[in-house]
């Protein structure tokens, strides 16, 4: 929890990933986006896939909840249809965040790089307008914010901010944008980047195809690494940044396939009612990486895509049941014990 806001009355709900050692380290400052719902019901997020690639490259990696969400004191900040008001709002909190890095014998202040995920890549966009020493650049992935309740032209408003940020910014920028984003169409993504640097920004937009289901969250998915991470090299390099990897990092060990059943077994799954296995007949068309998990309750639970999904799994299950959970699948193995205990 860092202390933000006037006086620090405020504090941030902040993860840290550090190598090995003392440092000092160079920075990635991550910036998480909006869900839908309430701010405050968002969870801590951990971009767990591509701090582990700085990690590997020698970064320390901080990633702070604005105000207003998850574990963060104060109130979400909404400036509704004014979308350079909302971009400063919360480049406001990552500034106090960039401040405390600042301060932190581990924190190398010469070598900084901001990044931000849809909001918090039109966060990052806005804090680059400001002169930061050590800043050396930004990684904007599927950088916007997007306004479904008919109030304003929410595009329109959209592009016109991004004009501004071209205009004052400071460092150069790597965008990455999907085809298939659900969020931002590709016409949108051009119209963003010509308005961006035509009004002076330093931009490099990688427009890449379809990214499974959604390209909005290619940067949360594992598979995702193989979309974004040779670009961002380059432009680390580019910049003057730390590419190559200098840490060893283990992968978590998979847990062993078992000989019980196949995974398309419907019928071997145990404990299921008929709900539970209508459900693992849908679980068998999810994304990986993927997980599905039963008790001798009865209960089971599923997850999908994203960072632990073996995790999520069990706890979806154990939400509706007294008995411990176990899983079954996980991504295409079948890990439930061979002798079905």
Known sequence: MLASGDGGHES?????????????????????????GPARRQPRERFIYMATEFVRRGYAVMLPMRAGYAGSSGSYRDHGCD???????????????????????????????????????????????????GVRGVLN??????????????QAALTQAFAALGAASQVPSLW?????????????VRRLYQAYTA???????????AFKRDAHLTLGSRDGVAVWLAPTERFLRRIGMPAAPVVALAEPAPLAATQFASRA?????????????????????????????????????????????????LDSCQQGSSAPCQLYVVDDNVVWPAGGQ
């Open 12 to 36: 941030l709900e902040t993860t840290v990933f550090r190598p090995p050692g003392a440092g000092p380290f160079p920075l990635l400052l991550m910036n998480h986006g909006k869900q839908p």
């Open 141 to 154: 992935f599927a950088g916007g914010l997007r306004i479904d309740d008919g109030a304003c032209d929410w």
């Open 176 to 188: 990455l944008y999907g085809e298939n984003d659900a969020y931002f169409a590709p016409p949108l």
């Open 83 to 133: 979308m350079a008001a909302n971009a400063a709002g919360q480049a406001r909190d990552v500034r106090d965040a960039l401040a405390y890095a600042r301060r932190q014998s581990w924190v190398d202040a010469s070598r900084i790089v901001l990044a931000g995920q849809s909001y918090g890549g039109l966060a990052a966009l806005s804090l680059a307008t400001q002169r930061l020493p």
């Open 199 to 209: 009004a002076g920004g330093q931009a490099e937009l990688l427009a890449y195809g």
């Open 265 to 313: 077994d419907i019928g071997a799954v145990p404990y299921l009612a008929e709900s539970g296995r209508a459900a693992y007949r849908a679980f068998l068309n999810k994304l990986r990486p993927r997980a599905f998990a039963v008790s001798s309750s009865g209960a089971w639970g599923w997850a999908e895509e994203g960072e632990s999904p073996d995790v999520r799994a």
